[in-house]
């Protein structure tokens, strides 16, 4: 095992235990858990509980399927950081929420909209380093927020995402998939390239 396996292992496995506990044993209600919008500000801790929880079996299959494509596209850019996957994880979940309250503070000011519904699960942060690693597969990537991770640009892996993200837009159309959760995860990680 490498020393850069170690952030992936627990990532998996915190999401594996989440599920453990409050699906298969049931010692946490999951509802405590879910980001409903409406209860964010009072409740600030959902914005990070949200995307360890998942819907179901399938729905956490699939999320760990997500971490590891993204492992596979980190190695093939050639990572050089111990926790590059840990940072951008806790990075990510506040910069996708900011995108989701604004597109919730646009719709209610200029449609008189107010959302309510309850979002759940790791899939936007997947899209998030699916934007991230793309814009990386074209370009390259030197440093995440003044830690070296030295990305290289590879055109392979650049025509795999894009065929990733292609299919992920069409399946965020389901009854039951979060359009919004997996479009504000894909800009939060385009826009964290940027910086």
């Known amino acids: 095992m490498s020393k850069y396996e170690l952030q992936y292992i627990l990532s998996a496995s915190l999401l594996i235990l989440v599920f453990i506990f409050t699906d298969l044993i049931r010692v946490f209600d999951k509802e405590f858990f879910l980001f409903i919008p409406r209860l964010i500000s009072d409740q600030p801790y959902r914005i990070l509980s949200s995307v360890i929880v998942h819907a179901d079996l399938n729905h956490l299959l699939s999320n760990l399927g997500g971490i590891i494509m993204t492992r596979y596209f980190l190695i093939k850019l050639g990572i050089e950081s111990k926790f590059f996957y840990l940072r951008f994880i806790l990075i990510c979940s506040f910069f996708n929420f900011f995108i989701i309250w ?17 979002a759940l699960g790791f899939s936007g942060i997947i899209y998030a380093l699916f934007g991230f690693l793309m814009l990386s597969s074209f370009y390259g990537k030197s440093y995440f927020l003044g830690s070296k991770i030295s990305l290289k640009s590879n055109y392979g892996v650049q025509k795999l995402l894009k065929t990733i993200c292609f299919m992920g837009l069409i399946f965020s159309f389901l009854p039951g998939v979060s359009l919004l959760g997996h479009l504000s995860g894909f800009i939060a990680g385009c826009f964290l390239f940027l910086i």
């Open 102 to 118: 604004f597109y919730e503070r646009i719709l209610s000011f200029f449609f008189n909209i107010y959302p309510n519904y309850a």
